[in-house]
């Protein structure tokens, strides 16, 4: 074989040092670790940042809300029941949002003279915007005559108006004391039905009317005749507070009733006289009452709370299970692989409910919900885990540990899982919206009831919320976007940590 560096002559060749010693040239930055390599990569992903920044807003609502609402889960209002999102201030600057506005079809002469007539008593304008009016002719006692109708929006903590109260004694004289210090009229003057045509079902018809339908009698020029009541039999208890403009001192505004009085009240002062602020409801009322701001944040508390003790647990047995299986294999791994198998047939639905019905009673809601969720969901992560033990325990410094003597245990959890943790975190974190849905489906379902618990669910307040969808959509929607986001941000969030942490993609990308 020829060899061509032999034709090259000697005084070609030179030392290139001769004068010092050689090193290995020191690196000029810092050796990048493998935690912070995958953080390089899991910051490249977009859409996994965004998920994650999104997490980080549903979690700090999560620990924020409860807090910082005026009212806690256990405040239940009996009137205020699906109303809409309102905050007084907002809905003064006249925006559009968190008026408590909602939408009524087909208003006739008679509602919008109501609405004027709710107006003109507390002060307050129900009507916000007239969307629509309709005029119709119809055929009335052989002559034609038009008809109109009107499409509105309004306030509905407005449109109530006045409520017919039975109060004590001591409460009528409370809220005469408030009404003296803060200058705000919470009971009316008294209207007995005998003089609005008998009508004993609408407090807030104060005016005099035609018959009993409620068709106001207006007088010659149009405007709306009071009939408070000025003399009764009945008359309740003294007296000596706000009276409304025009009254002498004749009206009055209370009668006797069993040991205590009825009165009308304006119920949207008579709450600022209970809770001492006016409504303020950010994502309104749920169907029983409840803030659904506060109730929400109660709600993702114990969903995440909960998915992240899942999760935990299920790495917990799953990582020791499956890294006995992969480590030892043969009839280890046979024998634990068919248990295994036998426990994953179980169908997860069935055995919640079934803990539900019978465990419960003994152990409590929670931990039969809990046992149910962890009885087959470490098997996935035993998989897992078993699968990376066998991928790493054949490599060289887990021969070289075995050598120099190392024991069992210290090989698969100081040497190989170390090596697997990367793959196992992602897994873990993907269990995480997994198990927020199966909670939130079986509350919503009613298998679960956490109310006693937790104070509510996300699941529990979508159902209660599906009752009134048509009438009252923010019941349904506000909860559900909040567990759409919960959802798909995990799973974005994880996609991402699965990427950062795939050992095959280290390095390709720059």
């Known amino acids: 074989m020829d060899n061509n560096f032999e034709?090259?002559?000697?005084?070609?060749?030179?030392?290139?040092?001769t004068n010092a010693n050689l090193h290995d040239t020191k690196f000029k930055t810092k050796a990048r670790g493998y935690f912070a390599d995958a953080f390089i990569r899991f910051k490249k992903n977009k859409s996994s940042v965004v998920a994650a920044v999104i997490i980080i807003f549903l979690i700090f609502f999560a620990i924020v809300a409860p807090i910082i609402s005026p009212y806690?889960?256990?405040?239940?209002?009996?009137?205020?029941?699906?109303?809409?999102?309102?905050?007084?201030?907002?809905?003064?600057?006249?925006?559009?949002?968190?008026?408590?506005g909602v939408v009524y079809d087909s208003q006739n002469e008679n509602q919008m003279l109501l609405f004027k007539a709710i107006e003109q008593e507390t002060g307050r304008n129900p009507v916000l915007q007239v969307l629509d009016t309709i005029e119709k002719e119809t055929l009335k006692r052989g002559q034609v005559i038009k008809v109109k109708s009107y499409k509105v929006r309004v306030?509905?903590?407005?449109?109530?108006?006045?409520?017919?109260?039975?109060?004590?004694?001591?409460?009528?004289?409370?809220?005469q004391e408030f009404q003296n210090e803060t200058g705000i009229q919470v009971i009316f003057p008294y209207v007995e039905p005998k003089d609005i045509a008998g009508i004993s079902d609408n407090p807030n018809i104060w005016y005099k009317v035609t018959d009993s339908k409620g068709v106001p009698a207006l007088d010659k020029d149009g405007n709306l005749v009071p009939a408070y009541s000025k003399s009764t039999s009945k008359a309740g208890a003294e007296y000596n507070s706000l009276r409304i403009e025009g009254d002498d001192g004749?009206?009055?505004?209370?009668?006797?009733?069993?040991?205590?009085?009825?009165?009308?009240?304006?119920?949207?002062?008579?709450?600022?006289?209970?809770?001492?602020?006016?409504?303020?409801?950010?994502?309104?009322?749920?169907?029983?009452?409840?803030?659904?701001?506060?109730?929400?944040?109660?709600?993702?508390?114990?969903?995440?709370?909960?998915?992240?003790?899942?999760?935990?647990?299920?790495?917990?047995i799953g990582a020791i299970y499956g890294a006995i299986q992969g480590y030892y294999g043969g009839a280890v791994d046979l024998v634990m692989d068919r248990i295994a198998d036998i426990l994953y047939e179980v169908p997860f639905m069935v055995v919640a409910t079934l803990f539900q019905l019978h465990l419960a009673a003994k152990v409590g809601v929670v931990p039969?919900?809990?046992?149910?969720?962890?009885?087959?969901?470490?098997?996935?992560?035993?998989?897992?885990?078993?699968?990376?033990?066998?991928?790493?325990?054949?490599?060289?410094?887990?021969?070289?540990?075995?050598?120099l003597g190392a024991r069992d245990s210290r090989i698969m959890f100081k040497h190989i899982f170390p090596n697997a943790?990367?793959?196992?975190?992602?897994?873990?974190?993907?269990?995480?919206?997994?198990?927020?849905?199966?909670?939130?489906?079986?509350?919503?379902?009613?298998?679960?009831?956490?109310?006693?618990?937790?104070?509510?669910?996300?699941?529990?307040?979508?159902?209660?919320?599906?009752?009134?969808?048509?009438?009252?959509?923010?019941?349904?929607?506000?909860?559900?976007?909040?567990?759409?986001?919960?959802?798909?941000?995990?799973?974005?969030?994880?996609?991402?940590?699965?990427?950062a942490f795939n050992p095959s993609t280290r390095g390709v990308e720059d």
């Open 421 to 499: 943790l990367g793959t196992i975190i992602t897994s873990c974190v993907l269990v995480i919206p997994g198990v927020i849905s199966s909670e939130t489906t079986l509350t919503y379902l009613g298998i679960v009831n956490l109310s006693e618990f937790a104070g509510t669910s996300i699941g529990t307040l979508m159902a209660q919320g599906q009752a009134a969808m048509t009438t009252s959509p923010h019941a349904m929607f506000f909860p559900a976007l909040f567990v759409s986001l919960l959802l798909i941000t995990f799973n974005l969030f994880g996609n991402g940590l699965r990427d």
């Open 72 to 100: 806690d889960i256990k405040q239940k209002d009996k009137i205020f029941i699906n109303y809409p999102p309102f905050v007084e201030e907002i809905a003064n600057a006249h925006i559009g949002i968190m008026d408590g």
């Open 250 to 316: 004749s009206y009055i505004y209370s009668i006797a009733k069993s040991g205590a009085v009825q009165c009308r009240i304006d119920y949207y002062d008579y709450y600022k006289y209970i809770n001492g602020h006016a409504p303020m409801y950010i994502f309104g009322t749920n169907s029983i009452g409840q803030d659904l701001f506060c109730a929400i944040g109660i709600g993702a508390r114990f969903s995440l709370v909960f998915a992240i003790l899942v999760s935990a647990i299920n790495l917990t």
């Open 155 to 175: 306030n509905r903590f407005y449109t109530l108006g006045m409520k017919y109260m039975t109060l004590s004694y001591e409460e009528f004289a409370r809220i």
């Open 7 to 17: 034709h090259i002559p000697q005084e070609m060749f030179e030392f290139v040092q």
């Open 368 to 403: 039969s919900f809990l046992f149910a969720f962890v009885l087959t969901g470490w098997i996935g992560m035993a998989a897992l885990t078993r699968k990376q033990f066998y991928r790493f325990k054949g490599q060289e410094y887990v021969l070289a540990a075995k050598t």
